[in-house]
């Protein structure tokens, strides 16, 4: 059974930094579709991000310039750097997987397994 365990949320202050690191817990994690979305109180869960298992890899357009994807197969796990954070960014970050052969830019209809969520609180 796939699961999911994101962390390294917490309280920043604006401008500051954080990285969500998501573990998942099969072995054929390298050949998966990876995900960070986010949801704000009384808002939908929104895409952030995406990484393909070649890398590949897609930011929206309101986070681009500030936060990264990445991934390290050998630890199967998915990052998410986030710079110049903003209160805005407030949200809880989740993270998800597919195995289907689609692009990085692919929103939540995709993704099978979903991770419990970290907080991030951005103050200013």
């Known amino acids: 059974q796939v699961q999911l365990v994101e962390s390294g949320g917490g309280l920043v202050q604006a401008g500051g930094s954080l990285r969500l690191s998501c573990v998942a817990s099969?072995?054929?994690?390298?050949?998966?579709?990876m995900g960070w979305f986010r949801q704000a109180p009384g808002k939908e869960r929104e895409f952030i991000a995406g990484?393909?298992?070649?890398?590949?890899?897609y930011v929206v357009d309101s986070v681009k310039g500030r936060f990264t994807i990445s991934r390290d197969n050998a630890k199967n796990t998915v990052y998410l750097q986030m710079n110049y954070l903003k209160p805005e960014d407030t949200a809880v970050y989740y993270c998800?997987?597919?195995?289907?052969?689609?692009?990085?830019?692919?929103?939540?209809?995709?993704?099978?397994?979903w991770g419990q969520g970290t907080q991030v609180t951005v103050v200013s």
């Open positions: 099969v072995g054929t994690f390298s050949i998966s579709m």
């Open positions: 990484i393909s298992r070649w890398s590949s890899t």
């Open positions: 998800a997987q597919t195995f289907k052969l689609v692009s990085p830019t692919s929103t939540s209809d995709v993704y099978d397994y």
